[in-house]
């Protein structure tokens, strides 16, 4: 038997590598291909499920357990929902169901007027977790055990939105903290005290409710100050 050159060796080692490396590689790409279709086999099964038990008014027995579940499922996802919108200072609003800053009288969707916050008093939070009033020095609420450090970095509940004290005109900027007006050759704004960088002077931005002179963002439809329709 002849003896393999060294040369050949590491070729044939370099094949065995490459051989080794491309069935992985299908192994993996089969694999894949596989959990997709398994996937979508069981969204088609949830969906006929969810069809026929749309289409009958008395579920059999035997699929009561399932429903059950469901069931729960669907009210701890609501509940997980609320617990984000409350972390973020959200709320919905009842007529279109979007979500409105805490901080916002009206639906910047539909203009429709938000129920007025409850006033807390001084050194209380509403707990984020069920809503109860507590003390700022306890630790935990009482009521479902949250801690009550969650709630203190929450948007507070007597937040109130600062009202415009001098609406815009067309030679005046907007103070870049709270949107009210800034008289030309200004330092601070008179009404919140930021101070004002560079010249003060020149034209206002388009994007600012004809009603009260507030800023709104982008894409907004209703001023969430006054309620006034923007376009």
Not at 30 to 48: L, P, S
Not at 164 to 173: G, R
């Amino acid at each position: 038997m002849n003896q393999m050159s060294l040369s050949e060796m590491i070729n044939r080692a370099g094949e065995k590598a490459y051989q080794k490396k491309f069935e992985s590689t299908e192994l993996e790409k089969y694999n894949r291909m596989i959990a997709d279709e398994e996937y979508n086999i069981n969204m088609c099964y949830a969906h006929v499920g969810k069809a026929y038990l749309d289409s009958v008014e008395n579920v059999p027995e035997e699929y009561a357990p399932f429903l059950e579940s469901i069931k729960k499922s669907m009210e701890k996802t609501e509940e997980y929902k609320k617990q984000i919108r409350e972390l973020k200072g959200l709320v919905l609003c009842e007529k279109c169901n979007s979500e409105v800053s805490l901080e916002s009288p009206f639906c910047p969707s539909c203009g429709n007027k938000m129920p007025e916050r409850q006033i807390l008093a001084p050194d209380t939070v509403m707990c984020v977790g069920c809503s109860t009033i507590i003390n700022v020095t306890m630790r935990f609420c009482p009521v479902c055990a949250m801690p009550v450090a969650q709630s203190m970095n929450f948007v507070p509940a007597n937040a109130q939105p600062q009202q415009i004290v001098n609406p815009p005109k067309q030679d005046a900027t907007l103070c870049p903290n709270c949107h009210n007006a800034i008289q030309a050759g200004s330092k601070f704004c008179v009404v919140c005290g930021t101070p004002v960088q560079g010249e003060t002077t020149g034209s206002i931005a388009s994007n600012v409710c004809p009603g009260c002179g507030k800023a709104f963002e982008q894409g907004t439809k209703f001023c969430v100050d006054c309620g006034t329709k923007i376009g």
